[in-house]
Each structure stands twice: as C-alpha cells, then as structure tokens.
C-alpha cells in the first residue's frame, strides 16, 4: 500500500539570521499508511503545530519533500493542498467564517478543491443533506442553519468545523489541539465526535494533543516530538498497551533527558 | 433664511447623493466585504469620468462610454491589487500608490488638461444637473435610482454565487478561506477591480452630471463613500439584515450625506469649510462604535460596584 502522507526529511527555519531566529523543524522524516490515527505530542516549541502547518502549506519548508496520496505537494499554495485536506484548528474561530451563517460555511467547505463559478452557491438539495449532516452532531444546529456562525459557542465552532473537514472525505485529517481552547465536557464531546467520525469514514488522521491521556486512547500511533524532530513512534499492539510511565521512559532514551510530564499535561 | 432656497437645492442633493452611493457600494465591498481599506478611489473616480467624457467627446454612444469607464476602473483595481498581493505592500500604501499615479494617468486622459467641459447641449448624455426639476424621463433622479436598483440587484446576485461567496468568506476570514481551497490572493484582487470599477462608472455618470471631468473630482472620496456607509450602518444596522438591503442603506446614506451637507450650506457654512466638516463628520461616526462599547462597558461596571454596595 502506498502512503498517504509521506514527509521526507523537512526543516524549517523561521527568521534565519537575525536574533528571533527559530529551527522549528530540524529533520522530521514520517509517513502514514491509509487508516492511520496519529496522536501527536511534544512540549511548547517542539515543532508539533509547524509540523502539520508545514503538510497543509501554511508556509513553505527550507529542505525536504511533503507528498499527499501520492502527489507531491512541497510546491502547492495552501489553496491547492486543501483539496486533499481537512483541516480544524485550536483557535474556534479561526475554522469557520464567523459573519455568514451556518450553511453558508458548509457549503464553501463541500466546494473544497473545486472551481468556484458564478453557479448559485447553494442548492436546495444540498441544504437537505447538510440538516441531516448537522443532526447527527445532535446539537440542534440543524434548526440554525440561517445563523451567523459568529452566535455559535465554541464546541458548537468546532464541532461544525469538523464537520466541514470531513464532510468531503479528506486524505488526509488535521486536528491542531482542536479542543484545547474549550470547556473539559465540551473538548470530550468534540474529540468523541472526532474519534466516531474517524472511524466511520476510515479516515488518515494527525491529531497534536496536549494532553497525554488523550494521546494514548485514542489512535494507533502515537508520535511525541522534541526540538524540532520526532524522537519517539509508537504503534500497533505496543501503541495499544502503553502507558504513561512507558512514554516518559521512551522519552527520556530518545531525548537524553528527563520529561517534564506535569508541564505537557497542563500546558 | 428662505426655506424654499433650501427646498430648491434638495433634487441636486439627492442627485448628488445617489451618485456618491453608487460609488459608495464600491468603498463598501472593499471596506466591509473584503475588509481591505482601498484608497484608490480617489483616482479612479477621476479616471471614470476623464474616460467617460473624453470618449463621449470622441463620439461614443453613452452607454459604451460607461461600460470603458467600468473596465478601465477594474484596471485601476487590478493595479492596487498586484501591488498588494503580488508584491505583499500593505492595503492602504497600495491604494495611494495607485492613486497618486492615476492623477498623472488622469491628467494624460484629459489631454494634459485639468478638466474637460462635457455640455449636455453638445452631446448626448445620460442625465445632466440640468433636468434636475424636470417631471420628465430625463430627471437624472429618476435615471439613478433605475441605476441603483439594477446594481444592487446584480451585486446581490453575484455576492451569493460560488464565486461570491468565496469572496465574502475571504473578508471574514482568511485562514479559513485558505483551508477551504479558496485563493485569497485572487479574491482580494477580484474585490479591488469589482469596487473600482464601479467607483469608476460612478465617476462616469458624475462627470455627465455636473458636465465636465476634472483631474481633482475625486479629492475626499474614500472619505464620503465612507460617510455614506457609516451612516447608512447606523441608521439601519436594526432594520436591514438582507444583503441587498445593506447595499441599499449605503446609498440611502449618501443621500442622507449629502442633505445634511445642503442644510449646514443653507444654514451659512462657508463652501470652503465643507471637507473638513465632512471628515468631522465621519470621524464622530467612527468613532462612534468604539465610545459607544467604552461608554457601555463603563456602565457595566458602575452596575458592579452598586451591586456590590
């Protein structure tokens, strides 16, 4: 089987040659099989964020090749890679467009990778499926589909944002610590919704996390991030048996030193 | 004071402002659509009406004059918008890059001349300050409003097609947009050449209004365009939710605009006075907002301490 992401050997350096200089990614080699779930974590700094910004070209990278499904898309803008991509964000806001009202944000998302024309820009027919789309979050937002998104609370943002990533089968899901910016009870709504629509659609996901219990549930690979690079990669049976004390001992052998573990958690 | 000498003013002003909101729904897709600031207007209103009367002047049909004037306008955008993007200077530094080169481009336009005369008595023009009072087809009143219906009409259409969408989406925010597969670059240019060109087909129909173009008739309009947008919000903001509403309020607000500009004249404001008192104006309604959640944000607070007490 082919890979669906393959990230071969990338760095990434921000502000090279002046004192804010940064080496965000140092070498980061990673290639997912269809059907993986990663779980990413890593302390502040240790590149997570930069790594899926990298794959979904926020900005370009100094070394290395990023390919999706097969298709190199080192070059591509960040416009042309979004045809293979679902995207959700830490940020609430920043997934979905606050001032046009729920249907409208799903339909620019079903659009995703295609030309956009002076066709009218929903029909009908696809107001029906996105309700029934809506229902099945079961939180009533199928009755709201003429409201801002704006009015929405963040878990209902995100909720819908993952919605609008995965409604068009991706390649490839990004999850950026997608629940870190909402309430305990809401994050576990979202990252269960998260996990069933996975699941159900047999998606290739990343998912950066900061919280450690959550990175060992779920998934079947778990990669931790350290100074720019990968330092350790979990999967399979032995990803299904870890423990939290196993990862810190993997942790400390990769990275020579001691993982603050309290300071991943609360982060 | 002749209360009639004010009533007798009132068709030019509501001419003047039918006008001005055309060009208006032009600072308003930029402003508030695209949430860009673009100073270009002040040039390619000019640029409008230079085209548009020295095409008239040259013996084009009227309605070709316009549609130039459309297209040259969307240049005028297209220019703003590759200084913008492409060269990654800020919104409004590429605005008045382009404006300060339209003047000399406007100036060529005119044959080196700071204005041309454009006399309805010569050529045929689409409406004229002249028939202003007129109870005929020809009151460029009557003339406007047809306009300003059939542009709300297509920008409301357009602004809800795919492609319109993506442009509203664009504005509201970027990083979404992107994730979503839409060229935020291409968008932003779109919106700069769609805006100036109508700001430009307003500068078409202004110069056939008061009969000539002038390489200045552009001074201040970002200015009033936002004037005439901040007022038409305030005044409508509860009232009008639909899309072509809003587009409508903006050149109510014009309207509005330039009335209370003819009552502060009637009242025996100097002409002279009438640019600073316009960007008084739309300071206090800028403004407006930003004391207002200030003024609230206070009261919330003393409600605190009372409750407290």
Known sequence: MTAVLKINHIAKTFNPGTITEKKALTDVHLHLEPGDFVTVIGGNGAGKSTMLNAVAGVFPVDHGTISIDGVDVTHLPEHKRAAYLGRVFQDPMTGTAATMNIEENMALAMRRGEKRGLRWGISAMEREMYREQLSKLGLGLENRMSSKVGLLSGGQRQALTLLMATMRTPKLLLLDEHTAALDPKTAAKVLELSEMIIAKQKLTAMMITHNMRDAIAMGNRLIMMHEGRIVVDVRGEHKASLTREDLMGLFEKAAGKELDGDKLLLS | ?309
């Open chain 2, 1 to 309: 004071m002749d209360i009639m000498k004010l009533l007798n003013a009132l068709p030019s002003a509501v001419s003047q402002g039918l006008i001005w909101g055309l060009m208006a729904i032009g600072v308003y897709i930029t402003f508030r659509i695209l949430d860009v600031s673009d100073l270009t207007v002040d040039g390619s209103i000019a640029t409008g009406g230079a085209v548009a009367a020295i095409l008239i002047i040259n013996g084009w049909n009227v309605y070709a004059a316009l549609l130039a004037a459309f297209v040259v306008g969307m240049l005028c955008g297209l220019v703003t918008g590759m200084f913008h993007t492409f060269f990654g200077i800020p919104a409004i530094l590429s605005g008045i890059l382009t404006q300060l080169a339209l003047y000399s481009v406007n100036l060529r336009i005119l044959g080196n001349k700071a204005n041309v005369a454009l006399s309805v008595n010569k050529f045929r023009l689409l409406l004229s300050s002249r028939n202003v009072r007129a109870l005929t087809l020809e009151n460029p009143i009557l003339i406007l409003v047809v306009f300003g219906v059939f542009l709300v009409g297509v920008l409301y259409w357009f602004f809800g097609t795919e492609l319109g969408c993506s442009m509203r989406a664009t504005g509201a925010n970027r990083n979404m947009s992107r994730a979503q597969g839409i060229n935020t670059d291409k968008n932003i240019v779109l919106s700069l050449m769609l805006a100036n060109g109508i700001v430009a087909l307003a500068g078409a129909l202004l110069a056939q209004y008061q009969g000539f173009a002038d390489v200045g008739m552009g001074r201040g309009a970002i200015v009033i365009g936002l004037a005439a947008v901040i007022i038409g919000e305030v005044m409508f903001a509860k009232v009008f939710r639909n899309f072509a509403l809003k587009l409508l309020a903006v050149i109510i607000g014009a309207m509005i605009y330039y009335i209370v500009i003819q009552v502060v004249l009637w009242l025996g404001l100097n002409t002279n006075d009438l640019k600073l008192l316009t960007a008084l104006v739309v300071a206090v309604f800028l403004a407006a907002p930003h004391w207002k959640a200030k003024y609230l944000a206070g009261r919330e607070q003393g409600k605190g301490r009372d409750g407290r007490a």
